[in-house]
């Protein structure tokens, strides 16, 4: 099952890839990964999304946990939960597709960001599955480069991830 | 306030640790550190022949004391010799800190002389690693290294010092942390009282109960509180090869350690319990055989200050996470009070089953009359040092033989490489239990195979006068590797034969010892009384036996507990 793990974790250099290091080191999935300082700049947040079993992503959570470096986590996917991710997209974007691909952005709710004669580059957030879907709305082909940030998430309602 | 350059900040830090003795080898990127140790007289430097044994001594120290050991190496491959060691202390959960010198903070990443990522190389295999950025920080990291190496569940931390953090002629103020605070760091002092409660109340309700100890009692000091729990019970104790001692292996309750070379009554007694207690040990797979088909009618109760031990091969029907002298304490006070009282005739019928398996096998080998058996080499050495020796091993046939035949009453006398399996661990460990416990016996039981794999320390026990006794198994093949191929390769022996072997008589006078030899099964136990009878001569004895013996009981690979070959011919 598809799990988003969110951590706090010292802003120190080296504590980064430990985390990255006990992934591949003990054989687990990591599909998206992204972090960033937080508010307070001693901590910086880090969300993971990994696929496994209970048992592997109960060890996901243990292993993380014994990092020295790592001060608080949590497994988002247990309670109800936001997830985003960024996408910025270029498109080939010429004569009547102009219009088409203008439409299909509105309705994901997305936005042209850069445009040139021949292009037109889009922005759009939302989960994962959404931006997957405004791929497969406009069609690969016409496609020129896709740059996706990967998931961060948050939980719903008061529950808060920090110190 | 005082002011001291980086590298006398670090032996300060060191002396105020309490540290007497570092293990190590100077080169380039940590002279400043060694001219500092030269300018002072309480921390002592022991110089050994290779950086791994450097970290073996420590380990050895470590395992025997019970407190971290120290080494002080240089960078590059000063550092990276070092890993092996670093690996072995970490998969047995060994308190230990290891400095390296690393090139000028200016160089690195520059492909600098001697320059390698100490950091990165490290990583998998350290509990924590720490890097020096400035001077200034040098006591606070050492103070942090040595706190996080000992506490929780203990483990090797590397501190990497960049040249130019050590300069002489930079002073700084320095003042060593009383405490350590660390946000992200807080082991548990003790077990959640409502699981430990359930676990008594599961452990009087038991009728086929089994206590499974390991390497975490001993670690934790809890051998006192685990034994007068296992004796108020009056329950069967087994424990890993990592907790041998931990639980007197004299004693009637104790049925011998488990798992792929453990005893028949073990193996089977674990296969039918009902409950099993596990206290400090990881369901390890030399240990679990198939998980799938492990102990099929046991619930399980485990004990382990790591929680990610707990559950990760065999999942825990009660999961305590807490240091096991706390815990156990709690249980026996609960046991006391209890108005339960365990199940008396169900716990001797189940008793009664246990002693039929122990009169069955009950670790008998065949005899010859004119070959020795390894077997008789680890017998008469326990019998001839009254079975309180420090007994440190290397890895293969010979330390399954003293692992099952020198029977332990006490913790800490046991220094083997369990979890990592590292030949060449022996004569170092040995070297750094001896140089702390000169008065005691240090014996160092080996093969033909390992020994060559540390054998230059030899010069660094004639350096320093180590008398310890090496007892080498000498059976002229690499035994287990040999074992394995005649019982899964047909005894085709690929690479396994050791050819050209020196005459170790002669190698141990070159080093300026004493080398007996003994190849005839009178000469056994006479000789090895005179070998233990130079106190203060290092003894190397090549003992020639049985080419042919295979180490029983063995599981059948991918069985459960209970699928056992108990010789060359009997399957059960």
Sequence with gaps: MRRIISVLLENEPGALSRVVGLFSQRNYNIETLTVAPTEDETLSRLTVTTTGSDRVIEQITKQLNKLIEVVKLVDLTEGAHIERELMLVKLKATGSQRAEIKRTVDIFRGQIVDVTSSVYTVQLAGDSEKLDGFIQAIGTSGVLEVVRSGVSGIARGEKVLSL | ?572
């Design chain 2, 1 to 572: 306030m005082e002011l001291l350059s980086g590298a006398d900040m670090l032996i300060r830090s060191l002396q105020d640790e309490g540290i007497e003795y570092i293990y190590g080898y100077p080169g380039g990127a940590a002279l400043h550190i060694y001219d500092a140790l030269f300018r002072q007289d309480k921390v002592k430097h022991i110089l050994v022949r290779h950086e791994q044994a450097a970290v073996h001594m420590a380990d050895g120290y470590a395992r025997a004391s019970g407190k971290p050991g120290t080494v002080l190496v240089t960078s590059g491959p000063g550092a990276t010799n070092t890993i092996t060691g670093i690996a072995t202390a970490f998969m047995d959960s060994i308190p230990m800190v290891v400095l390296c010198g690393q090139v000028a903070s200016t160089l690195i990443g520059e492909d600098a002389f001697q320059e390698t990522d100490m950091m990165g190389v490290s990583r998998p295999v350290v509990k924590h690693n720490l890097s020096v950025r400035h001077p200034e920080e040098i006591p606070e990291i050492i103070r942090k290294a040595y706190y996080i190496a000992s506490t929780g569940r203990p483990g090797p931390v590397v501190v990497d010092i960049p040249k130019d953090m050590t300069t002489p002629n930079e002073r700084y103020e320095y003042s060593f942390p009383k405490k350590v605070k660390l946000r992200s760091y807080n082991p548990a002092i003790r077990g959640h009282a409502g699981q430990i409660k359930k676990a008594v109340d599961m452990l009087m309700a038991a009728k086929r109960p089994m206590i499974y100890a390991g390497g975490g009692v001993i670690l934790g000091k809890a051998s006192d509180q685990l034994t007068e729990l296992v004796q108020m019970l009056g329950y069967p104790i087994t424990n890993t090869i990592m907790g041998i001692g931990c639980y007197p292996a004299s004693d009637k309750q104790h049925l011998g350690w488990l798992g792929m070379h453990g005893t028949y009554e073990s193996n089977m007694a674990m296969h039918h319990a009902d409950l099993i207690l596990c206290v400090g040990a990881r369901f390890d797979d030399r240990v679990t055989n198939a998980t799938e088909k492990f102990c099929p009618g046991a619930r399980i109760v485990h004990i382990d200050i790591d929680p990610a031990s707990i559950s990760k091969t065999i999942d825990a029907d009660v999961p305590i996470v807490g240091p096991v002298d706390a815990v156990l304490k709690e249980m026996i006070t609960l046991v006391k009070e209890s108005k339960e009282k365990p199940d008396a005739d169900a716990i001797a019928s189940w008793w009664k089953q246990i002693e039929e398996w122990r009169a069955f096998h009950g670790m008998r080998y065949e005899t010859s009359d004119d070959t020795i058996k390894p077997q008789e080499v680890i017998e008469a050495l326990w019998r001839l040092t009254n079975g309180d020796a420090y007994v440190t091993t290397d890895v293969g046939q010979h330390q399954m033989f003293a692992a099952q035949y020198y029977k332990f009453d006490r913790p800490n006398r046991w220094i083997n490489s369990g979890g990592l399996g590292t030949m060449g661990f022996g004569l170092p460990a040995a070297m750094g239990v001896k140089l702390n416990y000169p008065d005691d016996e240090v014996l160092c039981i080996t093969g033909e195979g390992s020994i060559q794999m540390n054998i230059q320390e030899l010069s660094t026990c004639k350096q320093y006068n180590l008398p310890v006794k090496i007892i080498n198994v000498n059976n002229q093949a690499l035994g287990m590797v040999k074992q394995w191929q005649d019982m899964n390769y047909e005894s085709r022996h690929a690479e396994s034969y050791m050819e050209s072997l020196p005459d170790f008589i002669k190698l141990a006078e070159a080093y300026g010892h004493v080398g007996v030899r003994i190849d005839k099964k009178e000469d056994l136990e006479p000789k090895l009384k005179e070998v233990l009878a130079m106190k203060d001569k290092l003894v190397f004895v090549d003992i020639y036996v049985d080419r042919f013996e295979h180490v029983y009981p063995m599981q059948v690979a991918r069985g459960s507990m209970k699928d056992m070959w108990l010789s060359k011919t009997e399957r059960v």
